[in-house]
């Protein structure tokens, strides 16, 4: 996040960045694809969404201001929709509020128009809301919700009436009074029910606020000026109950700033390991040793620096395989004046920086980079990548004119040969609104069969994006129910065969900047009109993997362990087993 901008206006700094903007340049003004195919449209106005964030500043510039927050696109009520939840911060010192802000849930009604039923769900955490998850934590076929705050953590555990309740207490992961982060649900001992990850950012208290100045005007501090913290991680104990195992698993026994987060399998070796950026230093990556223990290896294995070898003010990451070679890579969003790394695994547990040679960083240098994923938006079968872009100083424009406090996002399409070009200001409207955004998340919200984007904005009410391409060409979405493993089937490996694509994808609990999507995968499969075989290898410690074949494309599809007869639908709605 922080970095050194202070010497930006030197006349070095300056030829850097006319370099670097050079270099990542595209080579050419590349037309859309035969067909035209991307357009989004802002449709925020028509959705009946009125929430507005609050960093709950008072102007005397906390830290945990210009990181809130996260959010969530999950189905809460079990309808077959996305529905979605804003994380809000909340009055710090010297700050007062007429109405104390809240989180705030909006069921999706269909048509893109949602209803506010933060109070009827009884999820409206009046905290600090910096990082979110939802999982299956108790394996009852529900979502339930964990909200990473400063301060207290709450989870909220879903009743499937509608409703959820506060648990914190009694499930003993309410993680003290820290300042949260990302956060993540995931299976890491393959015993069948979800584990919880929890990032923390710096310690921080009033007594030790610290202000900048700069050219005469106040500016935020930065991660380096508190003391990092160790994250935590519950072991699930299967009554509803967690136990802290930080210290034991060898993740405690590390301090970062944390941020965004992603747990994946990077290794290929049927267990989850755990990827955590830390703002302004080493990135961690804790390789799962299957014995309930965590090696941290990210200098080995490529991913705690950029190419050049510099920490980064990391932001959002998101992790999925881009070039189509079966391995799943990662994208990592940076600081104002530094490129966003595209980490391509070489499929040997270790990564390099590709960024540069492929042209993922296209537009993104002078700015401050947050939520982001790698998605299909097009579906023709290769991963393009989102950006949400936007200052944390508010007052960046009264002495920096290389950059803006609010501004556009961004989007770079994948060509479908791994690199990528810039269509940000070539796409529709969906892309112009100009704010200072934090927290993206991603989801077929209309079931049309294409990815939609939610993006928070700080300070503003958020941004929804409706994918409105025209390619005609075929998608698939799979829901995985596990039977044995965990109901949510988090850390589930899916490969999937049709035509000449061969695509690989994993379910993931918590995910991009500090936020939640895609425990239902997406995947567009171009021109193909049949899907040859699906393989899915499933969270448990025997690995099991099983196979369908011959299905159908355009369809949303319910893969359930150790049942053969796969449920397809039409819509989003819940259907009945194809024979």
């Not at 901008?5 to 035969?34: Q, S, T, Y």
Request: aromatic letters at 10%.
């Amino acid at each position: 996040m922080y970095r050194r901008w202070i010497i930006a206006g030197c006349a070095a700094a300056l030829v850097v960045a006319v370099i670097a903007v050079w270099a990542l340049a595209p080579r050419r003004l590349a037309p859309f694809d035969a067909k035209g195919t991307l357009l989004f449209h802002d449709v925020t106005s028509e959705t009946g969404i009125h929430f507005v964030h609050t960093d709950g500043s008072s102007g005397h510039r906390y830290i945990m201001e210009t990181v809130a927050s996260g959010l969530a696109v999950f189905d809460y009520d079990g309808d077959g929709d996305l529905d979605i939840y804003f994380l809000n911060g909340a009055p710090l010192k010297g700050a007062s509020f007429k109405t104390l802000p809240r989180n705030a849930l909006y069921r999706n009604d269909g048509g893109w128009r949602f209803t506010d039923v933060t109070a009827k769900a009884g999820v409206g955490d009046t905290g600090y809301g910096l990082g979110v998850t939802a999982g299956d934590y108790n394996n009852d076929g529900l979502p339930d919700l964990y909200v990473n705050n400063y301060g207290p953590n709450v989870l909220y555990r879903n009743n499937g009436d509608g409703t959820f309740t506060d648990v914190t207490k009694e499930a003993g992961v309410g993680a003290g009074n820290r300042m949260g982060a990302g956060a993540a649900f995931l299976d890491y001992d393959l015993d069948g029910d979800l584990d919880l990850y929890v990032a923390c950012y710096v310690q921080f208290t009033y007594d030790q606020h610290r202000v900048h100045i700069v050219k005469g005007y106040p500016m935020y501090a930065g991660p380096r000026d508190y003391r990092p913290e160790p994250d935590i991680l519950y072991r699930n104990n299967g009554d509803g109950t967690f136990t802290d195992v930080s210290l034991e698993s060898g993740i405690g026994q590390l301090a970062g700033s944390g941020m965004g987060m992603v747990c994946f399998d990077y290794d290929d070796d049927a267990d989850t390991d755990v990827f955590i950026l830390n703002d302004v230093a080493g990135n961690f990556l804790f390789r799962n040793n299957s014995d309930g223990t965590f090696a941290e290896v990210g200098l080995e294995a490529g991913v705690s620096y950029n190419g050049s070898g510099d920490e980064t003010g990391s932001m959002g990451v998101d992790c999925a395989d881009y070039d189509n070679d079966g391995w799943l890579d990662m994208f990592m969003t940076c600081y104002q004046g530094e490129v966003p790394v595209l980490y391509h695994s070489l499929g040997d547990g270790s990564f390099e920086d590709r960024t540069i040679v492929v042209g993922a960083g296209v537009g993104s240098l002078p700015y401050v980079n947050w939520g982001t994923g790698l998605i299909d938006f097009d579906n023709d079968g290769w991963r393009d990548i989102f950006i949400a872009q936007g200052h944390l100083q508010d007052n960046i424009d009264l002495y920096d004119d290389t950059t803006a406090y609010e501004v556009r996002n961004s989007l770079l399409r994948n060509r479908g040969d791994g690199t990528f070009e810039d269509i940000s200001r070539r796409c529709g409207d969906g892309l112009d609104p100009k704010y200072s955004s934090r927290g993206a998340a991603f989801g077929d919200l209309d079931g049309d069969g294409d990815m939609d984007i939610v993006v928070l904005n700080s300070r503003k009410p958020p941004t929804l994006i409706r994918n409105d391409q025209r390619s005609g060409r075929h998608w698939v979405q799979l829901r995985l129910r596990g039977t044995t493993c965990n109901r949510d089937a988090v850390g589930a490996k899916v490969t999937l065969m049709a035509g000449n694509l061969r695509l690989v994808d994993e379910v993931h609990s918590g995910r991009g900047y500090q936020g939640h999507w895609g425990t239902w995968l997406h995947f567009g499969l171009g021109e193909n009109r049949k899907i040859d075989r699906i393989e899915i290898r499933w969270p448990r410690r025997d690995h099991k993997v099983e196979q369908w074949t011959d299905l159908p494309v355009d369809r949303f599809i319910t893969l359930t362990e150790g049942d053969r007869r796969p449920i397809v639908a039409k819509t989003q709605a819940v259907s009945q087993p194809q024979p």
